[in-house]
């Protein structure tokens, strides 16, 4: 029954989400490079077409294979809630078996994923998945660390969103894997396939970045943007890539658990630290603070 | 602290969300996490959703009239998949008379067009937390 392990992975995530520390370490047990997995990023601007192209992939993956969706949206700054709403395009994949659709809120971090990104990426590895699809949030310019956790990035334009030099201007195309224009239906598609083709040309140690055409709410030019994908990765493997990838992602899930940590003890170590000296009638705290100092030391470490 | 994740979904054919967004909204300024799943969902869609995103509470918002099937029809398949802890609300318009027969099966509480905000979010924080 699909609805049993799906909910084992389910509670699993919402665990991790939350920093856990048992699922964190569980989590962190768990390998990053089995190479039977692709993990394909797509970014892009909001309303950029995102979550609709990978409804698209999703299904046409699905009908061979298992495949995994993370969908990050972001959170309000005001409440810490967020409104989670890119499953309204994916209503037709609920019910297929061999998809898991996740939606993931930000949790107020800058660059389009929530610092626990990776270690779910390890619990969703193990769960035996062929693909896994991690949408960002699409905030545009900050969104580049995607790059350093998927396998295959691909970054989304769409015409007449304003310049079309914006978008080459911004640096998210230099994260790229794969460029696509989705909404190729609209006008002004010619004039950004120009402006973009010059990045397209860009070559990275024998990877040359495509540039797709797509209109995913009919779903064309899919079945070549899989092409694509594919290519990707069998160029990341024959290229001894792919490990260097996990590696990064790696680091990235180092980084992001080192600053949990530190904002733990941050709320706090402080705290604590005033409430134990701040009224002592012992010293006074404006004519000497060595003691407090060195009490500070011994929590936090010299570095 | 854990975020108190909500399914909001509408069953049933009818096409309007604006009641199901403004519920919405006001949970996620309450600092919940909102799935919010759009029009038209069979009470399977609703049922695999709600175990894929794990969520603590499910919010069903049916104004075609169609409730007294749907409603406990959710709360059945949840049963049957092994994941009856997931709580569901429903709101939209009910007639008083409904209300006790819903209850009965399962839906722990109805908000009819009259109901606050703060009241479905102050439903949904006791009932989550008293788990
Ligand atoms: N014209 C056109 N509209 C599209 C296309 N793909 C998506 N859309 C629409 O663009 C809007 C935003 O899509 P969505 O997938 O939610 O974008 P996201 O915010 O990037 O995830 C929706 O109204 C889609 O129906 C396309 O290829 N052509
Ligand atoms: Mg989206």
Redesign the interface.
């Known amino acids: 029954?699909t609805?049993?392990w799906?909910?084992q992975l389910?509670?699993a995530?919402?665990k991790i989400e939350?920093m856990d520390p048992q699922a964190l370490a569980e989590a962190a047990s768990l390998p990053l490079d089995n190479s039977s997995v692709q993990i394909i990023g797509v970014t892009g601007p909001p309303g950029g077409g995102k979550s609709t192209l990978c409804s698209q992939l999703i299904e046409a993956l699905a009908s061979k294979h298992k495949v995994a969706a993370l969908l990050v949206d972001p959170?309000?700054p005001?409440?810490?809630?967020?409104?989670?709403?890119d499953?309204?395009r994916m209503?037709a994949l609920?019910?297929n078996p061999n998809v898991?659709?996740?939606?993931l809120?930000n949790r107020g971090n800058a660059g389009g994923v929530g610092s626990s990104v990776v270690s779910i990426l390890r619990a969703v590895m193990s769960a035996g998945f062929d693909y896994i699809i991690i949408e960002t949030v699409g905030a545009g310019q900050s969104e580049v660390k995607i790059a350093s956790i998927a396998d295959t990035t691909l970054v989304v334009s769409v015409p007449n969103l304003g310049d079309d030099i914006q978008a080459v201007k911004s640096g998210i195309l230099e994260i790229a894997d794969i460029l696509v224009i989705n909404k190729a239906d609209l006008p002004g598609v010619d004039s950004l396939y120009i402006a973009l083709r010059e990045s397209a040309q860009k070559h990275v140690d024998g990877w040359t970045v495509p540039l797709c055409q797509t209109v995913a709410l009919e779903g064309l030019g899919i079945d070549a943007l899989l092409v694509e994908i594919d290519n990707h990765w069998q160029w990341l493997q024959q290229a001894g890539r792919l490990l260097e990838k996990r590696k990064l992602a790696a680091k990235f899930e180092i980084m992001e658990l080192s600053r949990v940590l530190l904002q733990k003890h941050l709320d706090k170590v402080p705290a604590d630290v005033l409430a134990r000296n701040l009224n002592r009638k012992d010293i006074n705290l404006l004519q000497r603070l060595d003691e407090v100092y060195s009490e500070l030391l011994n929590l936090f470490g010299e570095v | 602290m854990?975020?108190i994740?909500v399914l909001m979904a509408k069953p049933g054919l009818d096409g309007h969300d604006r009641g199901a967004k403004v519920v919405?909204?006001a949970?996620?300024?309450?600092?919940?996490?909102?799935?919010?799943?759009?029009l038209?969902?069979s009470p399977?869609?609703i049922v695999?959703?709600a175990?894929?995103?794990?969520v603590d509470i499910i919010g069903l918002s049916c104004l075609s009239g169609a409730h007294n099937s749907l409603f406990p029809k959710v709360v059945e398949l949840l049963k049957a998949?092994?994941?009856g802890e997931i709580a569901v609300f429903g709101g939209g318009v009910i007639p008083e008379a409904d209300i006790p027969g819903l209850r009965a099966a399962g839906i722990e509480a109805v908000f009819t067009p009259g109901t606050s905000l703060e009241e479905i979010v102050t439903f949904i924080r006791e009932r989550v937390s008293g788990q």
């Open positions: 029954m609805s049993c799906q909910r389910a509670k995530i919402t939350n959170s309000s005001f409440s810490g809630g967020a409104i989670l709403g499953r309204i209503q609920v019910s898991y659709i996740r939606s809120s | 854990a975020p994740r919405s909204r949970l996620r300024d309450a600092g919940m996490e909102v799935i919010y799943t759009g038209r969902q399977e869609q695999q959703a175990i894929q995103e794990d998949r092994g994941a």
